[in-house]
Structures are given as C-alpha cells and as structure tokens.
C-alpha cells in the first residue's frame, strides 16, 4: 500500500555515511492498516542488508510479540527468500537466522530485562498504546543500551493511538506534533474536529481503504465498537474508552472561524492545566445577544501568563476571572499582587459556570437538531479538552474533571470562567493612586 511504501523510505533513508537518517520514528495508523506486515518487511531488509544485523520485535505482552513474529515468518515462508534463512520456534529461542549474513529477527518480551547482555540495531515496538509510563521506562532502559555501540542502530515505534491511559505514547506524539527534531512521526487519522460517524471522512483518513478495506468493514466496525471506540481503532483519534462529553457534531455546530470583533468589550478568563505544564487565556464578548468565546493564548509554564493578562486587561472594564482554588490559586494570588484582583468565583459558581456553558453548547431548536447559544471559535486546545474531559462531582453540581491522562483542559476552564465573567461583569478594582 502507499503508505507502507512511504513509511519504507522513511525507515531506509541514510546519511552520507550510511547510518538512518531518523534513529527514532512513529509510525501511528489505524486498525487493519497493515502494521506488523510492514514492521516485518522492514526487519527483514535490515538482516539482510545489514551484516551481524540484530532485529528485535516486541509488543504489549511477550506472547503477542511472538504471535505476530510468527505471522512475519509465515508471511515470509511464502516468498522466494525462505531457503534462505533458519527458523527456530521454540518457546524462548524464538529467531529468524540469516547465516549469510549473521543476522537475526527475533521477538522478545516487553521486560526491562529482557535484552540484558544483548546488542540491537533495529528494535521494533508494536502496539505501543498499551504501556504506561512505568512500563514504557522499563522497556526504553532495556533497548537503550543494547544501542549504544552500534552505528545503524534505530528505533521505529508503531502503534494505533490508545486510551486515556496512552500517556507515553501520546506524549511521543505530541512531541513529533511540535516538531521535535529527533523524532520523526508518520500520522495517519482524522482530525479532531471530524465526526467519526462520518465514515466518507473515516474512509478518507485510513491508508488501507480502497485496499485491503472496504465501506462494509467500516459499517461494520462502527457497529461493534460504537462511535468512541470506533474513533480510536478506525479513525486514529485519540479520545479515551468512552463517548464524549456531548456529540462532536454538537460540538462543531459551536464552531466558528471568525475572528471576536475589535475592539469588542470583552472579559478574560485564565487557568493552569493541573499538572502546571501549560497556561489559558480566553477572552468572551457579546456579539448581538449571542457569547463568543475565544481562546487567545495558551503557553507551556505559568510565569508568562500574569504579565500577559495584564496587557490584555489594560484597556478592559472588567476584572479577569481566575479560579483561586486549585492549580490556579497561584495566578490568581499574582494577578491580586500586580493591583489586578481577578473576580472572586466560589464553589457554586464555578458549579454553575460548566453548566451554564454545557447547557449553551448542546441547546436544540425544536426539531431537536443543534442550535448552540454560544459561538466558540475553532481551537484545537478545546478540540483536544472537549474529547478528553468529564465531569467531577463538586458539593451539589458538577464541574469540569481537571485531573485527565489524556491531557490538558486549561483551554476549556478558560473558556468556562470568560464566559462566566461576560455574564456576570464585575469592574476590576482601580489601582490605587498617590496625589
């Protein structure tokens, strides 16, 4: 297929001395897209092409990496090559020889051990979704040093996007999505704003359909698995092993690419992700009797953003909205010590805040089809936030669940506390002044 093709190239490229051009590369595709058969195809070019080559395979659990490296060599005792290497199966000893060359393909279990004493140039990890952080370490200390002397060593991770739970991998991906120059990734799947109903858009975002996939597959899949799994497993998307909050057509019925009007009397909200890896700003103003919420930066730390609300609030009536309990309590504190006290928010407010903001986004005419009360311009941070968040139990209400392994909800608790500062304005408090 294509795509497979395409990702040989990536896997093969060289340097002028012949060492990989990317020592490390992500490979994220669909279910049924022809992974393993590819990973195969690339191991076995390596022991041939390498001499002394050392091949690793692994997956989520020891017994999946030798069932799929079992699936690479009867593929490949199929083809004109099979004389010429030696198959070894016994439980343990698993290998593909390639005496010519001394090479080897081997599986190997997902263990921080089990490479110990090892050499390895090409390690392949398939299924990568199903390690967590503790195991993805382990598994990274085992692979790491049976590299460290061998000049074409290279590390190819492969893998259909995971759960919640998918951290490691997520992460990986999130970096090769900011352009992190040690890592090359290769990402096949619809985008966060596409219905995953919409199996036209599903259709054209899988590289096996038209080939080895067909409409009736993905009837089919869509109809076993429902619209979150089917998501994840035909669409590449991550949005964890549950239905999102409220329906993405809802959602994009929200969605506009306008621009908030200049000069626009607005109000701006701000929030720390839990884990204080990134800052929000939005800003929300009216536009006729409608909200428009927009979100207007969002930065990795914290330090930046008091400086920042600041510049935003300096031609502004009204004071910005930060919660002051939880990750954001220290900008709040900040922003009281700059002369800018944001509005005061307590618990029932902030229930009433993600309600009201629920409620606006998922309103319907009387037909029943959308007719959000609320403008909310195209962002991939909220994209992101409203496939992940869910709701937390706060006294009586609810609010938006913070603590997510899917990522950050910063944006969305932003947007909610602009929102709630628009229709609820409080005149910030003006800087105390000496005649």
Not at 54 to 81: C, H, I, M
Not at 250 to 271: E, F, L, S
Not at 406 to 426: C, F, K, P, V
Request: hydrophobic residues 40%.
């Amino acid at each position: 297929m294509p795509w497979q093709i395409l990702a040989a190239h990536v896997v093969g490229a060289v340097n002028n001395d012949g060492r990989p051009r990317w020592p490390f590369i992500i490979v994220t595709v669909p279910r049924q897209s022809g992974k393993t058969t590819a990973a195969g195809a690339w191991a076995i070019e390596r022991a041939f092409t390498v001499p002394n080559a050392r091949v690793w395979y692994t997956a989520q659990t020891g017994q999946k990496a030798r069932e799929k490296w079992l699936e690479v060599v009867n593929d490949f005792n199929r083809s004109p090559f099979a004389p010429m290497v030696k198959v070894l199966k016994t439980n343990g000893s698993e290998s593909m020889e390639f005496a010519r060359f001394n090479s080897a393909f081997r599986p190997h279990p997902p263990t921080e051990d089990s490479l110990h004493s090892m050499q390895s140039d090409l390690n392949l990890i398939d299924e990568a979704w199903a390690f967590d952080e503790p195991q993805a370490d382990a598994l990274m200390q085992a692979i790491t040093p049976t590299q460290a002397t061998r000049p074409h060593r290279q590390t190819i991770i492969l893998s259909t996007v995971g759960t919640a739970a998918s951290t490691w991998l997520h992460g990986l991906i999130d970096q090769g999505l900011a352009g992190a120059e040690d890592i090359f990734l290769l990402d096949y799947g619809i985008a966060n704003d596409q219905d995953a109903t919409d199996l036209d858009a599903v259709a054209a975002s899988h590289p096996a359909f038209g080939y080895t996939l067909d409409m009736d597959s993905l009837k089919a899949g869509l109809r076993q698995l429902g619209p979150a799994g089917f998501a994840r497993g035909y669409g590449n998307r991550r949005t964890g092993a549950r239905e999102m909050l409220i329906h993405n057509s809802t959602w994009k019925a929200c969605q506009t690419t306008d621009y908030m009007p200049a000069n626009a009397p607005a109000v701006i909200g701000a929030a720390i992700d839990i884990e204080r890896t990134e800052t929000a700003i939005a800003a929300a103003c009216w536009v006729g009797d409608t909200p428009m919420i927009e979100v207007i930066e969002v930065r990795p730390g914290t330090r930046w953003a008091p400086a920042k609300i600041e510049k935003y609030c300096k031609d502004l009536k009204d004071a910005p909205v930060v919660d002051n309990v939880g990750p954001s309590s220290t900008l709040h504190a900040e922003l009281t010590r700059r002369g800018l006290p944001p509005m005061d928010i307590k618990t029932r407010e902030l229930t009433t805040a993600s309600a009201e903001l629920l409620d606006r986004m998922t309103k319907t005419d009387a037909d029943g089809n959308p007719a959000p009360a609320v403008r909310i311009r195209s962002s991939s941070h909220l994209d992101l936030a409203m496939a992940i968040v869910e709701k937390r139990r706060l006294g009586d209400g609810w609010t938006w669940q913070r603590r997510s392994q899917g990522g950050s909800i910063a944006a969305l608790e932003a947007a909610t506390l602009a929102l709630h500062g628009l229709q609820n304005r409080q005149p910030a408090d003006p800087k105390p002044q000496i005649f």
